[in-house]
């Protein structure tokens, strides 16, 4: 059974840092991009960023890019977000998901809000 | 960047109806369209990808169509089950999700 399970979110100040890692299990982990998407509260989805196979190629949503790094350790079969600089807009829900074209299995999502 | 407009952003229906989600993109992404529907406090879940192919169990009143800029997903009979909000998402190009279609009861 495919799994995929967030965690480290929470509460931070404008400015300050935060990572998210993503644990996946029951898939060949190799196989497959990984991609973060986020939904701010009462809102739409949007993704953040995607990573390939091997971790060589990264791509970013604008408002993300020079603050967020995606990454993925494939020895661990994880994905992570590190999220610097962070802003009250960067205040959501954030999914990992599985990303063979289409994001067809989705974590439970881990909470980020952005607060003084 | 791709845009992904849908339409409408609400819809009333009943149990029984027939009910169409539509979605334009800015450019042409091909067949590289998803469908998603997501409930209340759930992760979002894949109905249909490359525009018309359905997912594993998804079931067969699901229908996805259409190329290009232009698409659409169809719920043949509305089930209670289907109450819920429905995203197209483009992954040709990056990746961008529409606003959202939330269907609710009339």
């Known amino acids: 059974e495919v799994q995929l399970v967030e965690s480290g979110g929470g509460l931070v100040q404008p400015g300050g840092s935060l990572r998210l890692s993503c644990a996946a299990s029951?898939?060949?982990?190799?196989?497959?991009?990984m991609t973060w998407v986020r939904q701010a509260p009462g809102k739409g989805l949007e993704w953040v960023a995607s990573?390939?196979?091997?971790?060589?190629?990264?791509h970013y949503v604008d408002s993300v890019k020079g603050r967020f790094t995606i990454s993925r350790d494939n020895t661990k079969m994880s994905v992570s977000l590190q999220m610097n600089s962070l802003r009250a807009e960067d205040t959501a829900v954030y999914y990992c998901?599985?990303?063979?074209?289409?994001?067809?299995?989705w974590g439970q999502g881990t909470l980020v809000t952005v607060s003084s | 960047d791709i845009q992904m407009t849908q339409s409408p952003s609400t819809l009333s229906a009943s149990v029984g109806d027939r009910v169409t989600i539509t979605c334009r993109a800015s450019?042409?992404?091909?067949?590289?369209l998803a469908w998603y529907q997501q409930k209340p406090g759930q992760a979002p879940k894949l109905l249909i990808y490359?525009?018309?192919s359905q997912e594993y169990a998804v079931p067969s009143r699901f229908r996805g169509s259409g190329s290009g800029t232009e698409f659409t997903l169809t719920i043949s009979s509305l089930q209670p089950d289907d109450f819920a909000t429905y995203y197209c998402?483009?992954?040709?190009?990056?990746?961008?999700f529409g606003g959202g279609t939330k269907v609710e009861l009339k």
């Open positions: 998901a599985r990303a063979p074209g289409s994001y067809d299995y």
């Open positions: 029951g898939f060949i982990y190799t196989d497959y991009w």
């Open positions: 990573v390939n196979q091997d971790g060589g190629e990264k």
């Open positions: 450019q042409s992404v091909g067949h590289w």
């Open positions: 490359k525009a018309s």
């Open positions: 998402h483009q992954y040709d190009s990056d990746s961008t």
